[in-house]
């Protein structure tokens, strides 16, 4: 019976290393973070602008004007519009809270940002409703969902992050309140706390004075993160 029991805890010890050598070793996850904070520099494009703003604010058509001192005109010609200014660069600050944490994998994140728009100032010469249009210190308040995914290292390494995000915004602008709807992608590098991210969004903004018009803007933003 002692001699039955002594060998079967000697195969027990003899086989209990091997065991613990054939189980794959995990490495630890990188600590979770919960909030980044971001501070952004903002390259704006127009897109389809002779439809929108333009032929809104007329009520007519628009066409470019080649080889003209001026920018477009309406499809009679007897309308000349002159854009005078849009500012592309802008500046921007966000927050993205994610309830679940980031560390590596996908999770869920909510973003609130606030970003200046362009400074837009358009002098008609001709038949129409306006003389003039001037869209200053206007500002979009926005609020997004989205799906982020990260491959965070510990410590000090090297990491990425990619993201998109959908929502809505507010806008504060001389001509009143106007609201938008947005989507915007992009992805970066981080190392620790700090990151770096280029991003880019589609934004469909609508103002109701001087009349109801809209806009479509293709912000291009340049991303300083801090995440913790």
């Not at 389809?48 to 499809?75: I, N």
């Not at 994610?98 to 008609?124: D, H, K, M, N, Q």
Request: with cysteine.
């Amino acid at each position: 019976m002692f001699l039955r029991a002594f060998t079967i805890a000697s195969c027990l010890l003899a086989w209990m290393p091997t065991a613990a050598l054939a189980q794959p070793y995990q490495e630890p996850k990188p600590r979770r973070q919960f909030v980044t904070l971001s501070l952004d520099w903002l390259n704006t494009q127009p897109m389809h602008f002779a439809e929108h703003p333009l032929r809104d604010l007329l009520g007519m058509a628009v066409d470019d004007a080649r080889f003209e001192d001026f920018d477009y005109e309406s499809g009679d010609g007897l309308t000349r519009v002159d854009v005078i200014e849009f500012t592309r660069r802008g500046r921007g600050a966000g927050v993205t809270l994610y309830p679940f944490g980031i560390s590596v994998g996908a999770t869920l994140g909510i973003r609130a940002s606030v970003e200046s728009l362009p400074t837009i100032r358009i002098a008609f010469d001709g038949p129409g409703p306006l003389d003039s249009y001037q869209l200053l210190d206007a500002h979009a308040y926005d609020l997004g969902v989205g799906l982020f995914v990260a491959d965070r290292s510990r410590g000090w390494g090297l990491g990425s992050r990619a993201f998109v995000v959908g929502g809505a915004g507010r806008i504060r602008s001389n001509q009143g309140d106007g609201s938008r709807v947005f989507a915007e992608g992009g992805g970066g590098l981080s190392s620790g706390p700090f990151g770096v991210e280029l991003s880019v969004k589609f934004a469909w903004s609508r103002l109701d004075e001087p009349v109801p018009h809209k806009f479509l803007t293709m912000p291009v933003s340049l991303r300083g993160t801090v995440s913790f």
